[in-house]
C-alpha cells in the first residue's frame, strides 16, 4: 500500500505564492507518473501539472508562466511552486501517483486566493 501526505495549501493574497509538497510512503519501488490536480467549488476536477519519470512536464493552460510542478524521486516527493496566485487558482488540490499499474492520491490540501 502507498500513502500519500499533502501539504503546504492555505490562504494566500493575489499576486502571493505557496509551495505544495507530497510525500509518498509504503510499498514503493518506482514512482511512474506524478501530478498535481484541483477541484473548484461546484466544478470538476481538473489536471493542473504533472511530471513524468524522465522529468518532461505539463501544465493546464490557466497555470502555465505561474506554477512550476518538480519531483525528488529519492524523496518520493512531488512539488507545486505556485506563483502569482489568482483567486481563479482557489480550489483543493490533490496529488497523484502511479506506482505500476495503480495510482494512489492524497487527502486534498486547501488553497484559498483572496483578491
Known amino acids: 500500500q502507498v500513502q500519500l501526505v499533502e501539504s503546504g495549501g492555505g490562504l494566500v493574497q493575489a499576486g502571493g505564492s505557496l509551495r505544495l509538497s507530497c510525500a509518498a510512503s509504503g510499498n514503493i519501488f518506482s514512482i511512474n507518473t506524478m501530478a498535481w490536480y484541483r477541484r473548484a467549488p461546484g466544478k470538476q476536477r481538473e489536471l493542473v501539472a504533472n511530471i513524468f519519470t524522465g522529468g518532461s512536464t505539463n501544465y493546464a493552460d490557466s497555470v502555465k508562466d505561474r506554477f512550476t510542478i518538480s519531483r525528488d524521486n529519492a524523496k518520493n516527493t512531488v512539488y507545486l511552486q505556485m506563483n502569482n496566485l489568482k483567486p481563479e487558482d482557489t480550489a483543493v488540490y490533490y496529488c497523484?501517483?502511479?506506482?505500476?499499474?495503480?495510482?494512489?492520491w492524497g487527502q486534498g490540501t486547501q488553497v484559498t486566493v483572496s483578491s
Open positions: 497523484a501517483m502511479w506506482v505500476i499499474a495503480s495510482d494512489y
